[in-house]
Structure formats: structure tokens, C-alpha cells
């Protein structure tokens, strides 16, 4: 992809019936007995034994409550989760931890950022730029912020495949000042990247800021924050194998400072009175109350489990090679209608499909009855859905533990699902 | 694999019953399953009796729920609408005979659920908030 | 406390060294080797094998994203998340578990009262009346709130040993509108119990509402959200044996139908367009982006076992026992002064503490060395702290796992500080 | 239990080296550790070649705090600025001799970290955003 891709070393080769071993849940399927093939952790990932590890060992020999305790385990819970943060910092390349905040996810991420920069920075004769690929947790909150404070919010429309067109950028910007743009690195409907090295330069040059969903990046493909030169970017540990319940907002650390608490509660105070409050240096000012302290030692774990199997270079090597191998069994399947990019294009490992004379979810529950799990529905794109003249579609998604026979599988499966229905 | 969709409802949503519109329905409602996309139109025509003499729909999504609703539009022509609002959760999965999990049970009472809707309307008494407000459909419960 | 006390069934007596036998933790503190004699429940508790297991179960063989998935992980992952719905609601006797709201803790849990009630319905002339015994977490989102809508925040005093002084509780209504009344039901400081019988009352009286910050009340004994006659209860899971993480916002449905959504994304929605959206029913209107799903369903788990172990009215009479023996070793020891309510009064399980010539740091990291972890600090209620002149107390708490020993052992300890500094 | 608090930090403690207050400080500086309440006031006073020739004290708090800031103040009568500027985590570890959780640490560090506000104070150079800014009490790397 760069020039200088020669000179680095090749990724590992990443072998996903070795991997496998280490998620329990993948060795039988609740209907066969058969391996799992799981083809929906683009929804949520599976988690390895390393992570489900983490957390009893947190909860058998090193839990308490964090920051403040004096005694032995308040320190070693302290100390793991304030290590998790410097995980974090280092998988995406930020400059501190300090500009990692732990949130519940990548929505609670988006709508910190709706809510506090927002709020604060948004006003008439604003403009918020979002794209037509975006999941509901990055448009629903910008919606709220831009009926509440008066900005107007744009989008970056998509063609009939899904992809971006960057065509008319500018008129985008016409008739008010950008502010932000906002927008889903790889779509978890279709799997279309968007060409972040084209967007954040545009944006840049109307001095607007740079939020991006990195939900369905960070977990697949090398996120470098610094090299993308953008401003805020939200993920969730939950799709990179990590526990539920937790995810992070990084965000330029001079951003973060000069934005108010959104939450308040334990934790991000520096002094409270009676009449008022003043509030805790980054990253705590944004952590009110008891955060996921086993969660967030988990998903320290879980990138420590991404770094152990080769890394996230090698994960985006084996799912580009598990997506064109699914995309072609798929395209070979009549009446299958591929959605997003082709194969050849940078795409997510994403395969999102309808099939003639059938719906989504019969698909997916007949798929369902031999142990391969895909997911049905608008995949909380519910307008991109309409754009693209579709009212759902089936998705097979892929990660580190999927293999050829999965999705042999799948195409298997596709096969009866037209023998059922009548189609073969 | 084909013991999950019988014959029976593959039949139903090939060639679905009482398909179409009614040139004049007592009342009418439409709802949608959000999760899925699942559309369904529905129209009934009562005679004095409060019984159901015609039932006709249009619609469109999966094979559970517009197959159920062909056997629901079946099983309720000649039933009086007190009969009607008695049908729950039970009866629709008892009428399709298959086993479903939470999320599949909703396409396959949305049929149910718009037709009372639809009577709650013409009756004038308060709807349930709406489609997961109903409360058979309940995830705890099931 | 009732008259009809005499006709209910004792409570089981609980047996603490058989019931620490299900925490792994407490087997051997990490100084001594020796059990750990944990006093600090009242930050955190400890978690029971049963609580781990659950959360080890649902990750080898019950995960996946809840509510959309066909497959039937998802589908056994949804139940499990709803029944643990069921399950709060059962615990609280809540009517419906559409009154159940999932959040990270108890301070989420304010923070969206605040954000979504109080935004709407606070204004200019409107008191909100709260304690001087409040958390942080129940004291800086209400001082945030007033300052944003124009509404006064005003205070229940405590006289000097903590307790609420309900004298001139009329006073606080004058010369406005009384909207919230918001209440901790007992102090993490002190372990003063908050008379309800006579605030809701008053409160209604008034027409105003009542949110009850249960964090230290709903882990320790019986609480009927429909026989206190309140309006919103918070509280969190890690605080009674649950996974860190999760916690819950019970309301009455009426005013919850009647809120704005707070967060938004993923799970909220019932339909969006690019245009703007329309949210779903209760609860998931509150629910925003992906749950911590093997935390709620551990958090069912932590109620099923404190019914497995006799139930919340044992633990209460177990902490009762604890609590009446811990303060007579306390009391006893020259120089310790011990803060809060008396013995004999209806008090939580919480002994708050100085000692003439030590500090409370010192004294809890002299202890930890003995592994008896207490807290040391102001306990995140710095005004509280102020009011009675202390800057920091030694906190001591117990919980169903406390036994006799831990307490001696404390006690014990407690001579060796005072030994150390010279002070005996 | 002993080894945890030396004689020689509770001799420190209880008989605190320049507790008190100068008629001339060059510049003075307070601090608190809102973690858990511990409070130093402290006052320099530096000579012409910017080497510090006096130090006093007041404050509360914990043994930890107030021994390590009696144990500071000795140590940097005689230093330049410049040398006292350079003094880092370690050295206050090193000084105090004893083992101590992060939380415990903030205590230990409350002293330098007082000094070194008022010296950027004193000099107008920005000073770190607050106590817990300071880098070397992150919590991460220790
Ligand atoms: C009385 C009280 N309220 C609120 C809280 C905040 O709870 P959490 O930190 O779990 O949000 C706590 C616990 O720290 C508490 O003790
Ligand atoms: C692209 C994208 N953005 C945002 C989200 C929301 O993430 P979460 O539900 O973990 O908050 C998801 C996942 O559902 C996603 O795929």
C-alpha cells in the first residue's frame, strides 16, 4: 500500500486452527457439536482463554476498588488497570495515556464527545460532516448535538456499492463553518474504508477536527493516530476480543483538557464543596465513578493476546485473505448479491449479502441450525439500508480464529438454504 | 435443517393465504419489525356480530412472519373479535408448530400484533406503546 | 423495627467462614499468607466463585451480542441478559422489569437522572434538596444541573455525630418550587441511615420526587422501591458481589416513559433516518450502544447468590452482629474516635474512625501489612468530611464474609499502630 | 510492621526538621493531596547564586508526607535551583528508604512536588497542570 511496504517485514502467518484453541466457545456448536464457525464478530468477537484468564485472575488475586486504597490488592488492581491504559496508548500510538478515557464502549465514547466538545463548540451556522455508512452510534448522537445547539450535520454520500464519493467535498462546507467531521473508518455493514489520507486533510483545511469510528478498524487493521493525524477516535474492546462492557475515546490531549467533565461522581474531582467542584487531571476528569476495573485489565489482556498470536499487521493480513477467499464462494453462488466494495479494493472483513427468494434472517437462522452463526438485519445502519435499496442483509464477518472450512461452510450452508426455499 | 421451516410454512410463504386488499375493511393497521425489517398491512371486515368475515394483506420480510400471518389470517376468519383479542403468544406458536428463539418469535407474532392494533384503533381504547411494548414478547419471559 | 416483627421468620443465620469459602480472594492475603481479613466491602466487595463462574460460563458457552443475533448464542446471551433484568427487579420489587435500567454503577445511574430528568424538568425557581452526608456521585451531577437550569440546591443538615437533622425540614421547600428530593440511604462515610419514612413524606408532600442513592443500602439489606414510596433507586453490582462494570437505575415507568433519551446509538432506536430518529421502548430507550453483557448477567448471578446464602435480610442481621462487636473493639481503644451514629441506632455496616496521633493513612498501611485492608481517605464526600472537621477517618465495613476475627484482627492491629507510634 | 515505618521516618514525623515559617521566604508554595487530605505549606529562601539557604514548613497530614518533606527540606538547604530542580521520584524514594504503593507514594512526593510549583511560580515558568499531573506519579509506570 506505501512504497515503503517492501522494506517491512512480512506480517506472521497467522494459523487459525492454532488460534482456535484458545476460545473455547469455537470447539462445539450448541446444534452439532460440530466446531463453531462464527462468522459475526463484526457484532462482537469471541474471547481467548488469556482474556477470560485476566479476569478471574483479577477477581481470585487482585481485585479492590482502584485509585484510592492503601493495601496490597487496591495497588496491583491500580497498577493493572492503569497498565491496561498504557496498552491502549501504545496499540493506537497516542502520545500519553493521559489522552486515553475508558468508556463503555464506542457509543459512550461518540457521546462523550457529542456531549462535552459538542455542546461546548457547536452553534448556529456549524457544520458537522458524518457519511451516509455510518452506524446509529455515530449519527444519532450528532443528530441530538446539532438539533440541541443549532449546527447543521452533513453527509458524505455513498454510491449505489457503498463506497464514499469524495467527488464534491467542498460543497460540503459551503455556507457555514466546519467544525468536525465524523466518520466510520470501516463500515460494519458493507466493510467500505473510508480514505481517511483524503478526508482528514480536507477537513484540516477548513480547520475543522477529525472524530473517527474505528469500532470495526481498530480490532482488524493497524490504527496509528498520529500517523492519521486525527483528532478523537472511539473503539470497543468487546470487537477485539476483550471483555463486554468496556471500550476507550482517545482524544489530542489539548482537546481533552480544554473540555468540560460530562459525567460527574467519584473519581474526577480534584475538591468538592457544598456550592461546587472543581475537577481531576486527564484522563480521570473524564471517569466518574467506579470504572470496568476487571473489564479494562481484560482488555489489556486482550491486546496483550493480539500482540502474542503476531500482532494486528499479521490479523489484517489473515482476514484480507479469509474475505477475498468468502467473497469469491459467495459470488459463485446464484441469485447472491455481494454489497460494498469488490474484492480487490481495501476493505473490511466484512461480506454482507442478499439472496433471491429468501430474507435475511431465514437465512440466518437456517445457517444457524449447522453451527454457522451470521448476522441478519440493518446492522444499526438503518438509513444506509434505505440508500441502498435494501430493507436487511445477511453478514458473514471474519477475525483472527476464522478458517477456509468456515466458510466452506457457509457456502454450504447457502446451498441448502436455496434447496429449502425452493431455489436449487 | 428443513425440520426448522416444515413444509407448511414454506408452503404458506410461497403462496400466501388471503393475500391482497379488501375493497372495504371494518379496520385496517400496518406495523413493522424494526429488527428486522419485517413489514406487514393488514385489513379486517366484521359483520354485525363482531365476527371476522374477510382478513386480507400485503406485506414483505421473512418466511416466519409472513407465513404466520397467512395462518393467522387463516385461523381468525370466523372467530368474533373478543375471540380474536384472547390469542396470545402461545396460539401463534402453537398455529406455526415450530420452535423459534426470542428475536425469530417477533417476526412471527407481528401478524398477531398488528391485527390487535388495529382493533385497539377502531375500538378506541389505548394501543400498547407499541410493537416491543407488547408485553408476550417479553425477552425475559421466554 | 415493625410491629409485626415478631410474626416473620428469623433470618437464616449466616456462617461467614463457610461463605468465605466461595471467595477465592479471601483464602490468603497476599502479606501473610494468612485469610485476608477484607474491611473494605463498602469500596468494593470481593466476588464469590459462583459470580466468576458465571462470567467464565458466559464467555466459553453463552456469548454474543444481545437482542438481534438469530443464532443461538445470541439467543441464550439474550436470555441470560433479560433474566438478569428480572432478577434486579425481583430484588427491588420493582413492577416491571421495563423499570430496570442497566448502567455502569451507581454513579451513571445519577448522571442520567440528572441529564435527562433534570434537564427537562428543572428551571429557575426549582429546589432540589439533598444531604450534607452525600457521595460525590450524588452531589456534583446535582451541582452541575443546577447551575445549567437556573435551580437551587439545597441541603439536610447533619448534626455533629452525622445524622440528619429533619427539624426544619419545611425551610428547604420555601421560596420555590420543590422538585427532587435525593437522598443517600446510607453513608459510605459513616453508615448514617437516611429516615425515609419521614423524607418521603415530606417529599410528596411537596410534590416533589425522590431518588435514593442505594449504593450503600441495596448490597446490605432489604429494599422495597414500592414500599418506600420513592421514585428513582441507584446502585451498583461491584458493591455486592457482582463484576465491576455494571449497576442499575431503577425509576417508576411512568417518569422514565416520560424522559428523553440520555445516550444515544445502537439499542435505543426503533427507527432512524439520516434526518433524525425515534427511540425505543423501556428500558432499552436508556440503553445505548452494546450492554456489558456477561457483567449483567453476573450481576444475576451475585443476586442468586445472595439468595443461595440466605438472602439480603440475613446479610443485614449477619452485619448487624458484625458491626454491634466491631464498635465495642473499637470503642474500647484509647485514643480512637470512633464517627457516625451510635451503636444501637439503625446504622450500616461501616465503622469510620481517627486515632489521636496517627493518621489514617498510616493506620491502614500499618494494618495492610498484617493483611487487614480497611479504607483510609474522605471516602469521596469531602464536604461531609469538612463539616465534622476531620480530614480524612479510617474506614472500616463488613460484609456477609466478615467474621468475628477479621474484627479482633483488626482491633489487634490497631494496638500495633499505636505501638509503632509510640503511642502505647 | 516495623520495617514499614523505620524509626527514622516516625523520628522525622514526630520531630519534623524546619517545621515553621520564614520572616523572608523568596517564594513560598502550597500543595494538597486531595486523595487524602495532606496539606504542606512550605517557604524557600535562596541567595545570589540561586543556592538555597533556608526552608521551612507547616502542614498535616500523614507520617509518610510530613517525614519525607522533613527529610526534603535538609536535603535541599545548600543546592542550587538547578540541582533542585533536577531531583526526581527516585531520589524522594531513595531519601525515605522505604517501600511504598503508588497511593502511599503521592504522600512521599508532596514535598518535591510543592517545591517545584513554587519554583516555577517564583521563575514564571508554566507549572505542571496540578498535583496529579506531575509525570512521575503516573500511575502507570511505577
Ligand atoms: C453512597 C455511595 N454513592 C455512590 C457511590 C458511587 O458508586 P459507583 O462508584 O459504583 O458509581 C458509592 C461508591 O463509591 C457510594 O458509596
Ligand atoms: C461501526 C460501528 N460503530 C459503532 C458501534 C457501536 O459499538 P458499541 O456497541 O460497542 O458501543 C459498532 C458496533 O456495534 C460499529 O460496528
Known amino acids: ?424 | 435443517m428443513d425440520d426448522l421451516y416444515r413444509e407448511y410454512i414454506l408452503e404458506h410463504y410461497r403462496n400466501p393465504q388471503n393475500y391482497g386488499t379488501l375493497p372495504d375493511p371494518t379496520f385496517e393497521a400496518e406495523g413493522q419489525n424494526p429488527l428486522c425489517g419485517d413489514e406487514l398491512h393488514v385489513q379486517v371486515a366484521v359483520d354485525d356480530d363482531r365476527r371476522v368475515t374477510a382478513v386480507k394483506f400485503t406485506g414483505q420480510g421473512c418466511a416466519i412472519s409472513q407465513a404466520s400471518m397467512s395462518i393467522l389470517s387463516d385461523e381468525i376468519i370466523g372467530k368474533t373479535l373478543d375471540e380474536v383479542a384472547a390469542m396470545n403468544k402461545d396460539d401463534v406458536v402453537e398455529l406455526i408448530g415450530i420452535d423459534l428463539t426470542p428475536v425469530r418469535l417477533k417476526c412471527a407474532l407481528l401478524g398477531l400484533v398488528v391485527v390487535k392494533m388495529g382493533m385497539h384503533e377502531h375500538a378506541g381504547t389505548a394501543a400498547p406503546a407499541g410493537w416491543e411494548g407488547v408485553d408476550e414478547i417479553s425477552w425475559g419471559t421466554t
Open chain 1, 1 to 424: 500500500m506505501t512504497d515503503s511496504a517492501s522494506t517491512l517485514p512480512a506480517p506472521t502467518q497467522l494459523d487459525p486452527l492454532r488460534i482456535s484453541e484458545d476460545f473455547p466457545i469455537l470447539a462445539s456448536g450448541p446444534n452439532t457439536g460440530e466446531r463453531l464457525a462464527f462468522l459475526d464478530s463484526a457484532a462482537s468477537a469471541m474471547k481467548p482463554r488469556q482474556v477470560i484468564d485476566s479476569i478471574v485472575a483479577t477477581y481470585e488475586g487482585g481485585y479492590a476498588n482502584v485509585h484510592r486504597g492503601v493495601y496490597h490488592h487496591a495497588a496491583t488492581a491500580t497498577r493493572h488497570f492503569e497498565g491496561a491504559r498504557e496498552k491502549v496508548r501504545s496499540f493506537i500510538n497516542a502520545t500519553t495515556p493521559r489522552e486515553v478515557i475508558f468508556t463503555r464502549g464506542t457509543t459512550e465514547a461518540i457521546n462523550l464527545v457529542a456531549n462535552s466538545w459538542g455542546r461546548t463548540n457547536l452553534g448556529p451556522g456549524d457544520i458537522v460532516v458524518t457519511t451516509e455508512l455510518e452506524h446509529h452510534s455515530n449519527l444519532v448522537p450528532w443528530q441530538q448535538v446539532c438539533a440541541a445547539t443549532g449546527a447543521e450535520l452533513r453527509f458524505i454520500p455513498v454510491d449505489d456499492t457503498g463506497v464514499l464519493v469524495l467527488d464534491d467535498l467542498d460543497a460540503l462546507a459551503e455556507g457555514g463553518t466546519l467544525k468536525l467531521v465524523t466518520v466510520v473508518h470501516v463500515s460494519n455493514s458493507l466493510g467500505t474504508h473510508a480514505p481517511l489520507d483524503l478526508i482528514v486533510p480536507w477537513a484540516k483545511s477548513h480547520g475543522a477536527l477529525v472524530m473517527v469510528d474505528g469500532a470495526q478498524s481498530v480490532p482488524h487493521r493497524p490504527v496509528d493516530v498520529q500517523a492519521l493525524g486525527i483528532d478523537f477516535l472511539a473503539f470497543s474492546a468487546h470487537k477485539l476480543m476483550g471483555p463486554s462492557g468496556v471500550g476507550a475515546l482517545w482524544g489530542r490531549e489539548e482537546l481533552l483538557a480544554a473540555m468540560p467533565p460530562w459525567q460527574f461522581g467519584g473519581e474526577m474531582i480534584r475538591r468538592v464543596e457544598y456550592s461546587g467542584a472543581t475537577f481531576n487531571d486527564l484522563p480521570w476528569k473524564f471517569e466518574a465513578g467506579t470504572p470496568a476495573i476487571a473489564e479494562v485489565i481484560g482488555f489489556g489482556a486482550a491486546l496483550d493476546y493480539i500482540e502474542s498470536i503476531g500482532g494486528i499487521a499479521a490479523i489484517a493480513a489473515h482476514e484480507q485473505a479469509m474475505t477475498a477467499y468468502g467473497y469469491e464462494l459467495l459470488a459463485a453462488i446464484p441469485g447472491l448479491h455481494l454489497l460494498g466494495p469488490g474484492p480487490g479494493e481495501d476493505r473490511g472483513g466484512v461480506l454482507s449479502f442478499t439472496m433471491d427468494g429468501t430474507h435475511p434472517h431465514d437465512v440466518a437462522t437456517l445457517l444457524d441450525a449447522r453451527d454457522v452463526n451470521i448476522r441478519a438485519g440493518h446492522h444499526c445502519t438503518q438509513p444506509l439500508m434505505k440508500r441502498l435499496g435494501v430493507h436487511a442483509t445477511a453478514r458473514a464477518s471474519v477475525y483472527a480464529y476464522t478458517t477456509r472450512e468456515d466458510l466452506d461452510r457457509l457456502a454450504d450452508g447457502l446451498g441448502e438454504v436455496r434447496r429449502v426455499f425452493g431455489l436449487a
